[in-house]
């Protein structure tokens, strides 16, 4: 048993040992960000704790200790729960799609005892861990061959299927993107994407007229805001008027007038970064990117790092998703993207997203807790 | 694990690729954070500047209209009301239309809408922008309004608010001169931001229109920080309107009340005025109509039925009602024969009752003539016989001046709008009208205020005044000056003889004194046509004259029927007119009194004249009483 030698071979950590090994700037860049967006909530709630402040740290805080006892558990658990944690959160999504809550007229929330959960959302890290599983258990020579594609590509398929159909196709597109990454990062050859890329310009005009109204309307807005300066296109007028009026130092913590005067909508969620850039202004808007990009390259370090391609895959596939997150967001909410419903990664309001993000920090942690791990290709076990 | 070490190769430079891509995004979305923060900064701080201040109009109290002795005619009430901005009553991409009409809805159960007005409201809805509020509803009681107040946070779009409404306390009597405010209409003039404002009334009519601008005062603003609802969160500047300046009017509120109430159910006007300063000091008109009727909307039945009333209650007769003086006209004709020198004070003429020239026939009123008359006498018994004789010897020419220097065919204007000119008939004036030559038989018709002559009851009373004061002219004004110096100068007249002074007419003393004694007989001459209507009240006595003018033609036969007043239809009969002045021993008023088809002038318009003529004197009486107590004792400090 090679594989049992070389795991002798490094001494077994000890939990002294793992929590000391947490990559702590990274978790310190969570704190602050966190601490921004619940800031940021108390400035647009008006000075009120109620509204939104109290439930979101409740959310941080769970998610803190979910962070953390996911980033002490050993890595190898996470390989052999994937496709168990993958089919677990497809089960939820076709649930929603049978039993979902309507709302803001789509179907993407689930009561289960009381908790309302968003299963995109689950999936989202369950699909970059499946993937990492999936992509660790093949060769170089497999990847290169297109058959063994086609299950992953059907492991993209149904989620993010399932997710337009709710319809919710901001997340549709972080599943696709973020996948998209893990083929890359798995070494698939690029000629591929390059096919992949000219069939998907090829299918536009039919992927337009399977859109729905609203996100057609929120595309060809996006295209043109003064298309409906008070309907679809008010969102974006407004969110760079916000913008604007910032300028580079801001207009002061809770007196940005967009967002205190409710001419910018949806302030506590997908447009609270807008409500940051005007009460901050560039300063804080740079600020809050540069956290991000210290996040983002902390995770390629992680991932570099790491002794075993499942935690590699797992560090860079979450750091890409969190990025798409990141850039879909902003890029929104400053006019450069159409407005797709995606949250701010750890500042916008909203509780599953919140949880799920700093479960998939935790799993990051993981991965860079136990770096040294080697892992076979194929792992024995039970959960195999 | 070399197989590893090959993946690990390839995954550090996708790594590396996929870090550098998210790396460049990065930095993509930071240049396009500084193209909107610094490169486009001003522009949209200006933009979310428009977005959050709101300029608000501040409507400044109208000022109050007073009478002479600081009496409110009309001033401003509390107006509960409701208002609604079409475009804050939308939910999601609702139509305006199906939004109001579901607000409207909405606020069915707690005050009234009717169906005229939801009409108005749509159409006032579809003319303005969609920001602008439109009324709903105006004066609503103090339980209505809560009951909206507490229902509004539900109710988008829909405020309740507290306006002026314009308040005439003295009703129909003042309704002609001071008139009413009405709504904003599309043909107004609307340089003056103020008209834009809900609910906004301006002067329509009357006094209220003629000094608007003046009452009307000038428009504030109020920058408002409002929300995206626009509501308003707080003031950020205010720059207080101008109020509308109070108006002080000439007139006697209390007199004016009289006159009306003596007039009744007439189609009437009469003026008082005062003789030295010109001061009107009632000026009536009926029948009337409630000036504060206008202010809630008049409904379209009640309109129409003003409109077509024949007694015509929305036209103020005194001012430009023109109607044939009548008798009232003879002092006139005597002025012009004595200041002609054609006849002197003692010329006589036998009255037989009627008069040839050539095939036509000139009846007097008094079937069977009054026999030998002078030139008082006639004035006395109102004989036409005499004047037909003055007349004709006097001219056109001569009468016609007289008539126009006595202000006659001239307007008298206050600028109210309304005001009319009369017609003294001349040669000229017949040629250029009818391109007929003037026919003497005209001169005689004339001679006794027919024909032709046509006169407001306001010039009326100019005329008479410019009598009593023995001749000066005498401007009348209905606004009371501010500056007391002025008023003094005007009101104790100019301490020299009436030929000296430069607002002489030129008449002489001796002429005048004839016309005096005249109407002195007319009223207190047991013979004269106006004695049952004498002032009896020592120092209060009045001196008129009567006039009775034919309304049409009397034929031949309805002359020898010689029916009563009543059994001529309304509309046929004769115009009953009394102009007068008092006291006799120191004139202080003159008075004309027009009674449309109210039959003859002593028993019509002679009572009227007798009763507002005491009134005034008693009022006036009152009053120097008053203010020779205000004189006498200033008003003491406070402390």
């Known amino acids: 048993m090679v594989e049992t030698g070389l795991r002798l071979a490094k001494p077994e950590l000890t939990l002294g040992k793992k929590i000391v090994g947490i990559s ?99 999936m989202k890290v369950a699909l970059v861990l499946a993937l990492a599983r999936y992509f660790h258990e093949r060769s170089m020579e497999e990847v290169h061959k297109l058959r063994w594609l086609f299950i992953p590509v059907a492991m993209i398929a149904a989620p993010a299927l399932l997710v337009i159909r709710q319809p919710d196709l901001g997340t549709a597109l972080l599943l696709i993107f973020g996948g998209g990454v893990m083929f890359i990062l798995a070494g698939v050859r690029l000629r591929v994407f390059a096919v992949v890329a000219v069939a998907v310009v090829g299918a536009i005009p039919f992927l337009w007229r399977s859109l729905r109204g609203y996100q057609r309307d929120r595309i060809l807005t996006f295209l043109d805001p003064e298309r409906d300066p008070l309907g679809a296109g008010y969102h974006i007028i407004q969110s760079k008027i916000a913008l604007g009026a910032g300028g580079v130092f801001g207009r002061g913590f809770r007196e940005g007038t967009q967002s205190q005067l409710n001419f910018l909508p949806e302030s506590q969620t997908d447009f609270i970064f807008t409500t940051l850039a005007e009460e901050f202004g560039l300063v804080g808007g740079l600020g809050l990117l540069g956290l991000y990009t210290l996040m983002l390259a902390l995770s390629v370090i992680i991932a570099l790092r790491s002794r075993n391609h499942f935690g590699r895959l797992l560090a860079l596939g979450l750091g890409a998703t969190f990025f798409f997150y990141v850039f879909i967001n902003i890029g929104m909410v400053t006019g450069l993207l159409p407005v797709v419903g995606v949250p701010l ?40 | 694990m070399a197989e590893d070490s090959g993946r690990y190769k390839s995954f550090t430079r996708r790594a590396l690729l996929i870090g550098g891509t998210q790396a460049a995004l990065l930095a993509a979305l930071s240049g396009r954070l500084y193209y909107l923060q610094v490169v486009r900064s001003d522009q949209y701080r200006m933009l979310a500047d428009e977005n959050r201040i709101s300029l608000r109009l501040l409507a400044p109290p109208r000022g109050q209209i007073l009478d002479r002795d600081g009496l409110v005619l009309a001033t401003n009430q509390q107006n509960y009301r409701v208002l609604i901005i079409p475009e804050q009553t939308k939910l999601g991409d609702e139509e305006i239309e199906v939004s109001l009409a579901r607000t409207l809805d909405a606020l069915e159960p707690l005050i009234p809408i009717s169906d005229r007005q939801r009409d108005r409201i749509v159409r006032e809805v579809s003319r303005k922008r969609n920001f602008v509020p439109v009324t709903v509803v105006e004066n609503l009681t103090w339980e209505e309004f809560s009951r909206v107040n507490v229902r509004s946070p539900d109710l988008p779009g829909v405020i309740p608010d507290v306006g002026e409404t314009r308040f005439y306390p003295q009703g129909a009597s003042l309704a002609h001169l001071v008139g009413y405010v009405a709504l904003v209409s599309e043909n107004d003039d609307t340089d003056d931001p103020l008209l834009t404002l809900p609910g906004f009334r301006i002067g329509r009519t009357g006094v209220e229109r003629m000094s608007d601008l003046s009452l009307r005062g000038k428009a504030g603003a109020s920058h408002v920080e409002v929300n995206a609802h626009g509501r308003v969160i707080r003031e950020l500047e205010r720059s207080e309107g101008q109020p509308g300046a109070d108006l002080v009017l000439t007139l006697d509120s209390n007199l004016q009340q009289t006159t009306t109430a003596r007039l009744g159910n007439e189609s009437a006007g009469a003026v008082v005025m005062d003789i030295w300063s010109g001061d009107i000091l009632a000026m009536a008109s009926t029948p009337g109509f409630d000036p504060n009727a206008f202010n809630y909307g008049l409904a379209q039945d009640e309109w129409d039925r003003l409109v077509t009333d024949t007694r015509k209650p929305l036209t103020n007769k005194a001012l430009s009602g023109q109607y044939p003086p009548g008798s009232a006209f003879k002092m006139i004709v005597s002025l012009a024969a004595l200041e002609a020198g054609i006849v002197n004070p003692g010329h006589r003429v036998f009255c037989p009752g009627e008069v040839e020239l050539g095939n036509q026939t000139f009846h007097c009123w008094k079937r069977g003539g009054h026999g030998d008359m002078t030139m008082t006498s006639a004035t006395e018994q109102s004989c036409d016989v005499y004047f037909y004789d003055i007349a004709r010897r006097t001219g056109i020419d001569k009468i016609s001046e007289m008539a126009k220097r006595f202000g006659l065919g001239t307007t008298v204007d206050f600028g109210l709008g309304v005001e009319r000119s009369g017609l003294v008939p001349s040669r000229e004036w017949k040629l250029a009208r009818t391109g007929e030559r003037w026919q003497v038989g005209e001169t005689l018709i004339t001679g006794i205020g027919q024909g032709f002559v046509l006169t407001t009851p306001a010039q009326l009373a100019v005329m008479t005044a410019q009598i009593a004061n023995g001749g000066l002219r005498v401007t009348p004004r209905l606004i009371k000056p501010a500056d007391p110096v002025e008023e003094a100068r005007v009101d104790g007249g100019l301490d020299v003889e009436a030929d000296q002074d430069p607002r002489s007419l030129g008449i002489s003393a001796s002429a005048m004194a004839v016309i005096h004694g005249g109407m002195d007989a007319v009223v207190n001459n047991p013979r004269g046509t106006a004695y049952r209507s004498r002032i009896t009240q020592a120092g209060f006595e009045m001196a008129g004259k009567t006039g009775t003018s034919q309304v049409r033609r009397i034929t031949e036969a309805e002359r020898e029927a010689d029916r009563g007043v009543n059994e001529i239809p309304w509309a046929e009969r004769d115009h009953a007119v009394f102009v007068g002045y008092a006291p006799i021993s120191a004139p202080r008023y003159a008075i004309s009194v027009v009674v449309e088809h109210g039959g003859g002038g002593a028993s019509m318009a002679a009572p009227i004249a007798h009763d507002v003529m005491l009134e005034a004197q008693r009022l006036g009486a009152a009053r120097d009483r008053r203010q020779a107590a205000e004189v006498d004792a200033p008003p003491e400090r406070e402390g």
Do not use: C, K
């Open chain 1, 345 to 384: 990664p750890l500042v916008s309001f909203g509780g599953t997203a919140m949880v799920t993000l700093l479960a998939g920090f935790g799993l990051m942690l993981s991965v860079h807790i136990h770096r040294e791990v080697l892992i076979p290709r194929r792992l024995g076990g039970t959960f195999s």
């Open chain 1, 24 to 122: 702590w700037p990274l978790v310190f860049l969570i704190l602050i960000t966190a601490g921004l967006g619940l800031a940021v909530l108390y400035s647009v709630a008006d000075g009120a704790v109620d509204t939104w402040v109290r439930a979101q740290s409740i959310r941080i805080g769970i998610g803190l200790v979910l962070m953390f006892a996911i980033a002490l558990v050993d890595i190898r658990l996470f390989l052999r729960l994937a496709y168990v944690g993958y089919f677990g959160a497809l089960i939820l999504l076709i649930a929603v799609e049978v039993a979902g809550s309507i709302g803001m007229g789509a179907q993407r929330w689930l009561e289960i005892g009381g908790l309302r959960i968003q299963p995109s959302e689950l």
